[in-house]
């Protein structure tokens, strides 16, 4: 194995690892619908378990849609994403730590859906003026990918 697939499966690995290991603990030590502040109001821990995307929506449909839209549709995202990671010799390394973010923290969050049905959310910050939703490390590792690919986007216009 070339040490570039060794990198991006350690990548992919790692993202959702620490994310798995941190829904462990939340699971095991978080009680759920809890709020506790870490650093005062501005970041809180909590448990909660959503069973739809992103901020929850889509918790309330049908079976069959969940199943398309959370499940089937992500599998085959990230499969192309996989493939293209892995196939495209010419990306930059900020392109491949992006992508291979988002591939680990979407793979986590998949896994979570296979195994419990919903993905346990756990971290919220207010900044005062605005709130995220709550949130999780695979959210996390998937923000700061896109962020990364978009910044590697901006690079390469640059230099044409």
Partial sequence: ????????????????GLDQYTKHIV??????????EIV?????????ENSG?????????????????????PVIVLSVVLYYLFTNKH????SVIGFSCVA???IANLYDR??????????????GFAQTGIFNVADLSVTIGMILLIIASYKQKEKK
């Fill in 1 to 16: 194995m070339n040490k570039r697939i060794t990198f991006i499966l350690f990548l992919v690995v790692l993202n959702i």
């Fill in 27 to 36: 699971r095991t030590e978080v009680t759920a619908g809890s709020r506790t």
């Fill in 40 to 48: 005062g109001e501005f970041l809180q821990l909590m448990n909660v």
């Fill in 53 to 73: 995307a992103f901020l929850g929506m889509g918790s309330d449909s049908h079976p069959t849609i969940k199943l398309i839209f959370l499940l089937i549709l």
């Fill in 91 to 94: 990306l930059d390394s900020l």
């Fill in 104 to 106: 680990g923290g979407g």
């Fill in 114 to 127: 296979f195994l419990y049905g919903s993905v346990t959310d756990f971290l919220f910050m207010d900044f």
